[in-house]
């Protein structure tokens, strides 16, 4: 999966678009417990990808979410 592709199911369930950037932390794009949840939910449900909550957490920037998701 592609960074683009990433930013658009974060921008679907309702994270700024501007505010995701490569370089942002979880925090600086709103990415709280809940939002960690449905992005997990719509990545297993939508592309068939199994992250769990806490890799996404642990992840320390976007891009590291980009690069967890690109791994699976």
């Not at 925090?27 to 997990?40: C, K, M, N, R, T």
């Amino acid at each position: 999966m592609s960074f683009d592709e990433l930013k658009n199911i974060m921008i679907s369930i309702g994270i700024s678009e501007p505010d995701i950037q490569l370089d942002a932390t979880r925090e600086d794009v709103g990415l709280d417990s809940i939002a960690v949840v449905e992005l997990a939910l719509v990545l297993r449900r939508e592309k068939g990808l199994e992250v769990t909550e806490e890799e996404i957490k642990a992840a320390g920037t976007v891009a590291d979410v980009a690069a967890l998701v690109a791994a699976r």
